[in-house]
């Protein structure tokens, strides 16, 4: 049985130029961390990869508390899966930032729900009904809310540039 991916809204699926709001359906071929994938998009023989970014959400970086954890969450959802990829904006590393659907499941929610990232709040403009789902797993303790004190990735990316590296 082959599988065939499209898009959809768009004229073409060329990741550097790929209008906002376009929506794709992509494999899922790479997960690089809690809110950071690869989908592999377009017609057979033609296709192109896309990084994306996961809108709205930073889920803490691999070497942090409960980042493997995040990546292999966010793998148990989409990795291999379709995923329904509706894009925003492209970031400052050229990604495509977009609101994710894998399984059936908007992927920022699935991950802000189970405590495996945080809302982030420089980019959370459109995300606001993601803040009581991080209020819930705060409260029950959930995922990287276990940890008496969690650092948001943002502040230990600040605080590894600005420490020394030996």
């Known amino acids: 049985m082959r599988a065939y991916f499209f898009l959809a809204l768009a004229p073409s699926v ?5 209008p906002a709001s376009a929506v ?3 494999l899922v071929v790479a997960i690089a961390d809690g809110d950071t994938l690869t989908a592999r998009c ?3 023989g033609a296709y192109e990869q896309v990084k994306v970014r996961i809108g709205g959400i930073d ?4 070497a942090q508390p409960f980042g493997r954890r995040s990546r292999q969450a966010l793998a148990d959802l989409c990795h291999r ?3 329904t990829i509706r894009s925003t904006t492209k970031d400052k590393y050229g990604r495509t930032v977009a609101d994710v659907q894998c399984q059936g499941q908007d992927v920022g929610r699935t991950q802000v729900a189970a405590g495996l990232a945080w809302v982030f709040d420089r980019y959370s403009e459109g ?3 993601l803040y009581p789902l991080q209020r819930d ?5 959930r995922g990287l809310w276990a940890d008496p004190v969690p650092v948001a990735p943002w502040d230990w990316r600040q605080q590894r540039r600005s420490t020394p590296q030996p």
């Open 59 to 62: 889920a803490p970086e691999k």
């Open 137 to 141: 797993a705060k409260a029950d303790r």
């Open 42 to 44: 377009g017609e057979p």
């Open 24 to 26: 794709l359906f992509c």
């Open 14 to 18: 060329d990741s550097f130029h790929m």
């Open 127 to 129: 995300y606001e009904d």
């Open 81 to 83: 899966e379709t995923a």
